[in-house]
């Protein structure tokens, strides 16, 4: 028992290979956490200040970009640091601190798109109940409820986690996983692995069925709507659709590396898998809502006026 309470941490080995360009990983990593930092808070001020913005559609937008800052930050620092030091070297303390963090954002993510999807399925199929239905009140119970269902739902699976004793100490990763930390457990993990397996259910497909519910409905009623309102409703949800897409396809990424084998893919194919479903969103949801949203766009450009 004594050597199993002495790993209390662990190397993340996948910055090994990172070592001939790290400076060059340094500067491309710092400049884009900057621009992620920059392009969400354009956002959320362009629709904090214009009161024309301070609609459901738009303030859940800012959730959503608020939550992308949230997840970069959690990494990117954390990821500059490592790449500066000799060890790579993480506490057990950090390394379950960012678990915690990462998984929150990952669930709240898709619980904010959820929101949205549900949002846009009142705007299109109920017009004239729109703003009874998404009410202030209403509005503030469903961010609250974004944030407050992973928090406390991945908190209480997470607490299986925290409880474990680890007999290894390499994590083949840039980050803490929780799957791959429960695998350096010094016990027998299947009753872990299983609720695991149903809490991801339980975490996560509830969101996803709420966005396909949604867009059923969408569509249905868009099928029987006339052109014009059919090019409104594609309009209103392209972005939101974009966003969708573009975080599922990072997710998938990451589980797919979380549960298999990857070891006959390039690093650098391994790297991008790994970090896709937090650099990619974050960065391209404030650009796709601006450029596509005609009433943010709009005052983006009064204050970054375009020269012709």
Not at 185 to 194: A, K, P
Not at 280 to 302: D, M, T
Request: proline content about 4%; charged content about 10%; hydrophobic content about 55%.
């Amino acid at each position: 028992m004594e050597n199993v309470s002495a790993v209390t941490s662990f190397i993340l080995i996948e910055y090994i290979e990172m070592e001939d360009l790290k400076y060059l990983y340094f500067i491309v990593f710092l400049l884009l956490y900057i621009l992620i930092l920059c392009l969400n808070l354009l956002l959320i001020g362009v629709i904090y200040f214009e009161k024309s913005l301070h609609e459901p559609m738009y303030i859940f937008v800012c959730n959503l970009a608020v939550n992308g800052m949230y997840g970069s930050s959690i990494l990117i620092p954390s990821f500059l640091g490592q790449l500066l030091s000799r060890s790579h070297e993480i506490s057990l303390g950090l390394c379950l601190a960012q678990i915690y963090c990462l998984h929150t954002y990952a669930i709240a993510e898709f619980s904010v798109l959820a929101v949205m999807g549900y949002d846009r399925f009142i705007a299109i199929c109920h017009p004239l109940h729109y703003h009874i239905v998404m009410s202030p009140q209403k509005v503030i119970g469903l961010i609250a409820l974004s944030w407050m269902y992973p928090l406390i739902a991945f908190g209480s699976y997470f607490i299986l986690t925290a409880k474990l004793t680890f007999c290894s100490r390499i994590i083949p990763k840039v980050y803490c996983a929780n799957f791959l930390l429960v695998r350096l457990s010094c016990f027998d993990t299947s009753v872990h692995s299983i609720v695991g397996l149903v809490a991801t259910v339980f975490l996560i497909v509830p969101q996803l069925l709420m966005v396909m519910f949604s867009y059923a409905q969408i569509l249905r009623v868009c099928l029987l709507a006339s052109r014009d309102s059919r090019v409104k409703a594609l309009q209103t949800c392209t972005p939101h659709l974009l966003a969708v897409v573009n975080y599922s396809v990072g997710v998938f990424f990451e589980i797919i590396q979380s549960r298999f084998n990857m070891s006959n893919f390039s690093y650098g194919s391994r790297m991008f898998m790994s970090l896709y479903f937090l650099i990619f969103p974050p960065l391209l949801n404030p650009a796709v809502y601006g450029i596509s949203v005609q009433n943010i766009r709009v005052w983006i450009l009064k204050i970054f006026p375009v020269k012709k």
